[in-house]
């Protein structure tokens, strides 16, 4: 379907004259521009080699061969609200926003396309890139989930598609089906920080930054750690805030990339304490120490445990004596290996004796980061420590 159309651009392209073409061209950059707000942000795409794709112009005919197909298949196809208000649950646009009959819903090579106009969403299936053919079964059971929650279709798809419902949670932020959002957790790569980032920020529209999705941040919670701790000496096991301190890293380099970064950075903070990892916010309190008072001023984001913790366990209180976490090794052999890398097969850096104290530098995973008394820092495997 889209290489014939390729095909056909390049081929008037290459027997129109050149000032046509530049006249042509800066007439459609003046109307874009002239009304911008008003058109899909993601129809006009570019598919490699400096050409690109308008949405707009996708083929009538190829549109009706997919409806078609759905009314053999008794879709039900939805009425103009619900329409509206499940593409926006789902995909998080509204796409009566923009004049566009046709709007592309995310800028890809193969992307999900809404038709206004009929109800419903158009897959394009790379393997079946051609006008002459369509995956029935993939449009189908897609816009049967997507649209009616169908679990036989889900079930389909996870076995024959499952990259659409992956990029469902992770293009999209869609999390309202938590059985869908388990499926694609149980495979995810939460030690690959560019994996995650994508996972737990969106792309405003309007601004052009990142957006944190609180809700995914929740789920991880939920269905990777089942839940939270009630103090701090007790650590969930889980991989899934695994790429923290890395993505904290990138929002501290780039803030303006971020349509909140300093909160954002809080709500991580909130998350690690909900699960009992204090390293990294310690860390943060330890070598900037004007990031208390900064806390305090925007009164913690309105985030209850990093507030509890920074006040009553880390930070001061003027009522009281300073509350501190003490952490000391703990070995029936006496003593443990302090590693130089996260595995019991790592060079030995130095033999720790049993109640000596440590510093926590980094408290994420089963192996922790740790500073000794003689100045060495190496890993530890965490039940080896103990806390006071």
Known sequence: MKTNVIILSLLISLISCKDKVDEKNVSIEKNVSMNDSKNAPYNITD???????????LSVDYIKKVKTSLLNRKFKFLDEQKFKDKVFEVYNINVYDYKNKIVALRPAMF???????????????????????INDNLEYYYNSYVFYDDKVALNWLKLNNKQQLIDLVVDYGYSSDKELVKFVFKDFDFDNSVLFHDLIFSNDVNSKKFLLREKILDDIENLVYKGHVEGYTETKTGNG??????????????????????????FLYEKD??????GHVESNLMTNTNYKSFLKQNNYFNLERLKDYVENIYGENPDSEDTKIVYKIQDLDGYTNLRKEKNSSSAIIEKVKSGEEIEIL???????????????????????????
């Open 47 to 57: 598919i490699g080699d400096g050409v690109k794709y308008n949405y707009d112009t």
């Open 111 to 133: 992307t999900e396309i809404a038709i206004k106009e009929d109800k419903f969403i158009l897959i394009e299936d790379p393997e079946t890139d051609d006008s002459d053919v």
């Open 241 to 266: 805030y695994n790429s923290f301190s890395e993505i904290i890293k990138k929002i501290r380099r780039n803030p303006n990339n971020y349509i909140e970064p300093e909160k954002y950075i809080a």
């Open 273 to 278: 304490l909900r699960i009992g990892i204090v």
């Open 362 to 388: 980094d408290d994420s995973g089963d192996w922790w980061f740790v500073s000794t008394k003689s100045g060495n820092k190496g890993y530890v495997y965490k039940s080896k420590i103990k806390s006071e």
